[in-house]
């Protein structure tokens, strides 16, 4: 008798990531990460220059880098690995090239401001990056962190993910927790529950039978902060409502 052929399970939802725009959002071809990383150090330089208008360019540079690499330098220190600025040559070369953009030719910056199409584009590239950076850490900090009360470590790689996504707001250290004094923003807020859904769905029965799970949970991640970026980016919320 022959053999019993195998029998391949059939994914449901392999549309979820089939499709040119989950292979966009989840960064897979270098070109398409390297454009996103210039969206991102760009936004980055866009609201460190209007903070910093009359300071020096040193200054303006060490913050950019500050700014566009602080939960990639944290994170790491807690999990003993190497900082992102060290360990990928391409943010720094980004980095460079968006503070260039802003320093020599600051009319490129006003012209994003002017234009919402320009400045949603902007936003997603931002966006996919930072989703790439929250998922890869929590990951990473899921790998090394060892479980202690749990069958997994469940609160560190939180805390880790949702550092990633906004640890650039606390560097440098000297402004302590000012930047949380008026409550949080959104992107520590969207980080923290992006870090929270796709630790706790990789990590519990939510993923079992998915296949791709990661793929799918980085593409929903992506989605998430896109949505949410561009709702605050683009001025998309509710006005309040003032008490008479």
Not at 8 to 13: A, G, K, M
Not at 60 to 67: D, G, H, Q, T, W
Not at 91 to 115: C, D, M, Q, R, T
Not at 178 to 195: E, L, N, R, T, V
């Amino acid at each position: 008798m022959g053999k019993a052929s195998k029998i391949t399970p059939v994914d449901p939802t392999a549309w979820m990531i089939d499709n040119d725009v989950a292979d966009f959002l989840l960064l897979h071809q270098k070109e398409v990460l390297y454009m996103c990383m210039l969206g991102y150090t760009f936004l980055h330089g866009s609201k460190v220059f209007a903070a910093n208008p009359n300071v020096s360019v040193s200054y303006k540079l060490v913050s950019m880098i500050l700014a566009c690499t602080g939960g990639g330098i944290l994170v790491p220190l807690f999990i003993n690995s190497i900082p992102v600025p060290m360990s990928n040559d391409a943010y720094p070369i980004a980095i460079l090239i968006s503070f260039a953009i802003h320093h020599y030719f600051p009319i490129v910056g006003e012209v994003v401001k002017l234009s919402p199409m320009v400045n949603a584009i902007i936003i997603v590239l931002y966006e996919a990056v930072r989703a790439k950076v929250v998922f890869t850490f929590t990951l990473a900090a899921n790998a090394a962190i060892a479980p202690s009360l749990f069958s997994f470590p469940l609160f560190g790689p939180i805390m880790c993910g949702t550092i990633a996504g906004c640890g650039g707001a606390f560097l440098p250290m000297n402004k302590g927790l000012d930047p949380i004094k008026g409550g949080m923003q959104y992107p520590m807020i969207s980080a923290c529950i992006g870090a929270t859904l796709v630790h706790l769905f990789l990590n519990t029965s939510f993923c079992e039978g998915v296949i791709s799970a990661k793929e799918k949970a980085h593409f929903h991640l992506a989605l998430f902060f896109i949505f949410i970026g561009l709702v605050n980016g683009l001025g998309l919320t509710a006005k309040k409502v003032k008490k008479e």
